[in-house]
């Protein structure tokens, strides 16, 4: 029942979403039932398909999990894009420079180098914050840029594959390469398992019970004795860990090398995801199961239906408008006492 | 159509206002006559607000009606109440701190000369005359956030009249005051009442009731439960009929038997927010088994101390020694796990993450410890258990250990800081403003809780307010004022006067 009521407004939003979008596809000339139709035929029918949604929501999971655990520490991280793109750079860079290791070392091994490199960048803004009282909001976005052009540099002039005319790392090692059983990719079972990692972290452990307490009043939780700065720093830099992970699966389970211009926009799209999944992290997983089944089923959508690409992103941004909404309102008005309002107390009041 | 001799200024009858289940307002009956002082008294929650906003239009009644001089008028908004000249001065002040004196009164009726310009130069002198006549002189062109509480209250009392309202309403407005600046405020309620203004007085001091009020209504649940006239009840009275059943006001407390210096503060410097000194030199020593209460107006370096003491500011310079160990320099957990309790002035901010369960709140200084956490992993059995027993115990009135803190009333919310804070074992209870704004029935509690601490051989550092609380429950009185420790002696050396004089000049 109380899961139910909190599912209500995601539930709600993504239906109005839903209808909105179907008129603008009728709009445009197409049939609504034929379009969504084609949209759960092009992700969810058949094994192969299915597959490849889980592959598309994989990043995604781990890119909501990293914006929804920075909000329950009361931090608007929007620099998941940055720490994502790094963590997908520096475990190409793993992936390929290791040589003659087994596979049960070198894949964990890559996977951990990409995410501690998110951890650093993450950990970067927390610093700031702790120290500086700089805004998170406003680093993290400064970050991605520098982020981005970093990325590129060190592909370009320091791990850019000998001879190849595009800019792009070499391709990994076979040891590296997270598998895919049948169409089951690895990686989507590594960020099902970090969700619940996660749940387990925040509800169960005293670390947990600090981020949640610093997240919902950081004045009472640094009365109480929890250092307020030590916590901001390591909940910046587990949110960049695991956007790090987001990238690195990318890198090692999807692309096989790193490239410019390949994961953009995954870490933005973790926002949507957190807000969807009200920053529950085992909500993560269907938010971003969602999100990607769009993304999966566009080229059929078109096909089938007629339906522009970009009607799928409208549609996403829609749901994420729908989904803030009631959310802002409610937070900015502060009506209902005694609700729970998803995010921590004091984003963006500071 | 009323029997009574003077005519009725504002009337409500049969008031019924819900939010939701809540009933706030249950036919309730308000008269106020002309020219007199109409005390609301109540505990929290007791629908006293609720009342007074109806009258002023902010909310709308379910049931009932408001009769301004024996006429039935609708009050949509409080634009309806300032025609009908009725005048509300909140507990919050609503000034613009930026704007000066004048602009914030004529705000909303601004007089303007031709071709719509402004003319604040007869405003302002309208102004100052008004604030001659009742003694609530303020220099018109000061701006507001320049100006110390007091003086902004007088703000809104000179907006109300400026409008010419009939009818004022107070919300306990002597809340902010010192005992002088009270005393005068009830001198210039009197003079309004003299010129025919009727004054509805919401507060839950029983003593400024019975000095001043000519009649008094008494709210309980969101009922009227008596009407009565001052002079025929005493405060045992009136406390008994807000509560329900009888109260000890005064808490019956043995000779203190200090023993050994517990606290040793010496030579102490501290800056405050905007790094201005807030202590200057401040020496301090509190022993075991004694009450020490720190008394003046808010704002003289009461937070900054106790922040200082808990490890929350950085000492510029001085020692703070627990019996024989240095504390400065220590982190907050570092200092509490020396035996520091701290019952904090701002309960919703810094005393309890209102989003969490009650029973997280009752672990808050104690979550990382055996029982209630292994190896990094809480035992919630062990939270739960603690949490129950605790709840009984300090008999916090809430339904469930796992509703969310934020739900409780504010006398439960402070119940809920002292059975956390009064449970570990400690030598050292800071208690800094431990009963505002909590009911009558809690003070009792609180107060109890902290003389039996006292008994127990904890010392005590009690910064209060409220002069009442610090006479009635210390056994040493230390008088603050900027930042200075300016009169320390035993309780029954000082008379209220004495107190009032060196918590508002630094000398008596």
Redesign the interface.
């Known amino acids: 029942m109380k899961i139910l009521r909190s599912a209500l407004v995601p539930i709600i939003a993504v239906v109005l979403a839903l209808l909105a979008g179907a008129l603008l596809i009728q709009l445009s000339g197409s049939s609504p039932r034929e379009a969504y139709s084609a949209l759960f035929e092009g992700s969810f029918v058949g094994w192969e398909r299915f597959g490849t949604t889980l592959e598309k929501a994989t990043p995604l999971i781990m890119g909501g999990l990293a914006v929804a655990f920075a909000f329950k520490g009361g931090l608007f991280n929007i620099g998941g894009q940055g720490q994502l793109l790094f963590g997908a750079l520096i475990a190409g860079a793993a992936g390929y420079g290791f040589t003659g290791l087994p596979w049960i070392i070198h894949m964990p091994l890559a996977l951990l180098l990409g995410a501690a490199a998110g951890a650093a960048w993450g950990a970067i803004p927390g610093v700031l914050k702790a120290t500086r009282g700089a805004h998170e909001v406003i680093t993290t976005i400064m970050l991605n840029f520098v982020a981005a052009n970093m990325a590129e540099w060190l592909c370009t002039k320091v791990w850019r594959e000998p001879g190849d005319i595009l800019v792009r790392t070499p391709i990994i090692e076979g040891s590296a390469e997270i598998p895919t059983f049948g169409n089951i990719p690895l990686g989507f079972l590594i960020a099902v398992a970090f969700a619940f990692g996660m749940w387990y972290l925040l509800q ?4 947990g ?1 600090e981020v ?2 610093v997240g ?2 950081p ?9 307020t700065k030590r916590i901001v720093i390591l909940t910046m830099a587990i949110s960049g860990f695991l956007a790090g992970i987001g990238g690195s699966i990318e890198t090692l389970g999807v692309l096989g090398r790193y490239e410019p211009g390949f994961n953009a926009g995954l870490g933005f799209d973790g926002i949507t995801i957190a807000l969807l999944a009200r920053t529950n992290p085992i909500a993560v997983i269907p938010s971003a199961v969602l999100i990607a089944s769009m993304d999966a089923s566009a080229s059929l959508m078109q096909f089938k239906a007629g339906v522009a690409p970009e009607i799928t992103d409208v549609i996403e941004a829609l749901i994420l408008l729908f989904v803030a909404t009631p959310i802002i309102v409610r937070w900015f008005f502060k009506s209902r ?2 609700e ?1 309002i998803s995010f921590g ?1 004091n984003w963006g009041s500071s | 159509m009323n029997n009574q001799q003077a005519p009725l200024a504002l009337e409500a009858v049969g008031i019924c206002k819900s939010f939701g289940p809540l009933v706030a307002n249950d036919e309730v009956n308000l008269q106020v006559e002309k020219g007199q002082i109409h005390a609301l008294l109540g505990e929290n929650g007791a629908g006293k607000s609720t009342l007074v906003n109806i009258l002023f239009g902010l909310y709308k009644a379910d049931e009932g009606e408001v009769r301004v001089a024996g006429e039935k008028v609708e009050m949509n908004s409080p634009h309806d109440a300032i025609e009908h000249k009725i005048g509300m001065v909140h507990q919050h002040f609503q000034l613009v701190p930026v704007l000066t004196v004048t602009e914030n009164i004529v705000l909303g009726d601004e007089p303007t000369k031709k071709g719509g310009v402004l003319d604040f130069e007869k405003a302002a002198q309208e102004v100052e005359e008004l604030g001659k006549r009742y003694g609530l002189e303020v220099d018109p062109r000061a701006v507001v956030e320049d100006l110390p509480i007091g003086y902004q209250q007088r703000v809104e009392i000179l907006r109300s009249l400026y409008r010419q309202a009939d009818v004022l309403i107070l919300d306990e407005p002597t809340a902010v005051l010192t005992p002088q600046e009270t005393d005068h405020l009830l001198e210039v309620l009197r003079s309004l009442t003299a010129e025919g203004v009727s004054i509805i007085f919401i507060t839950h001091k029983l003593r400024e009731v019975l000095a001043i009020a000519d009649k008094v209504t008494v709210m309980r649940r969101g009922e009227v439960v008596g009407v009565t006239d001052p002079k025929e009840t005493n405060e045992e009275g009136l406390a008994e009929m807000m509560v329900g059943r009888s109260v000890v006001l005064r808490i019956a407390k043995s000779e203190a038997t200090p023993g050994n210096t517990v606290l040793s503060i010496k030579e102490l410097n501290v800056l405050d927010d905007r790094n201005q000194s807030a202590l200057k030199d401040f020496s301090l020593d509190v022993k075991e088994g004694e009450i020490f209460g720190i008394a003046g107006v808010e704002g003289n370096g009461q937070r900054e101390l106790v922040e200082a003491i ?1 490890g ?1 500011r950085p000492l510029v310079s001085g020692s703070i020694l627990m019996g024989e160990k240095e504390m400065s320099g220590c ?3 570092e200092i ?2 020396e035996g520091i309790s ?1 019952i ?1 002035e ?1 309960r919703e ?8 369960s009650v029973a ?1 709140n009752l672990v ?2 104690r ?2 410890h055996s029982p209630f ?1 292994a190896r ?3 035992q919630t059995a062990a939270i739960n258990e603690e949490a129950s027993h605790l709840v009984e115990k300090f008999d916090v009135r809430t339904a469930s250990i796992h509703n ?1 803190a ?2 409780l009333s504010g006398g439960n919310k402070q119940k809920v800081i002292a059975a956390r804070e009064l449970s570990h074992d400690s030598s050292l209870l800071l208690a800094a403003q431990p009963t505002r704004g909590i009911d009558v029935g809690s003070i009792e509690f609180i107060h109890q809780q902290l003389v039996n601490a006292r008994d127990a051989g904890v010392a005590v550092l009690l910064v209060s307010a409220e002069l009442d609380e610090i006479l009635s429950l210390s056994d040493r009185v230390g008088v603050i004022y900027q930042g200075k420790l300016v009169a320390i002696a035993p309780t029954d050396e000082f008379t209220r006067i004495q107190i009032g004089q060196l918590m508002t000049s630094g000398n008596s």
């Open positions: 169960k452990t005293t670390f019970f949640r307490s919902l009043n004045s009472a939780a640094s009365y109480a004795g929890i250092s006492q005694g729970e107390a | 808990t929350l982190s907050a957990r509490s796990e701290h904090p701002n901010k810094h005393g309890l993450v209102g989003p969490h997280d808050l200084n979550y990382f956490a990094g992993i809480r969310p934020r739900t």
